[in-house]
Nanobody, 127 residues
Framework: VRLVVESGGGSVQAGGSLTLSCVAS????????MAWFRQAPGKEREGVAG????????YYGDSVKGRFTVSRNNTKNTMYLQINSLKTEDTAMYYC????????????????????WGQGTQVTVSS
């Protein structure tokens, strides 16, 4: 069974940092595009960071460039999202997404490209 499970969310003050983890099972993260999305109450789901298979090229949404860093540890089959300089507007449920079967995609930050989703981990930033 192919699964992704997020962890690492929490409540932090503005300016702080968090690292989210996404552990994959049933497939190798090296073979799949993977991405982080977030959804705040009343807002559409937003792609914030993604990483390509093999090369590990990174993609970022405009709203998070310079503050978010996506990475992966192939040995642990885990993707990470380092979030620095947290802002109140970063408050959202954060989701990990992956492909159940490898294929080329053209918009790494479009949610329709992914069919494996985790349950989400909540990030709450207070001022």
């Amino acid at each position: 069974v192919r699964l992704v499970v997020e962890s690492g969310g929490g409540s932090v003050q503005a300016g702080g940092s968090l690292t989210l983890s996404c552990v994959a099972s049933g497939f190798s993260i090296e073979s799949s595009y993977m991405a982080w999305f977030r959804q705040a109450p009343g807002k559409e789901r937003e792609g914030v960071a993604g990483i390509s298979p093999t090369s590990g090229y990174q993609y970022y949404g405009d709203s998070v460039k310079g503050r978010f860093t996506v990475s992966r540890n192939n040995t642990k089959n885990t993707m990470y999202l380092q979030i620095n300089s947290l802002k109140t507007e970063d408050t959202a449920m954060y989701y990990c997404a992956a492909q159940s079967s490898p294929r080329l995609i053209y918009n790494v930050l479009r949610d329709g490209e992914y069919d494996l989703w985790g349950q989400g981990t909540q990030v709450t930033v207070s001022s």
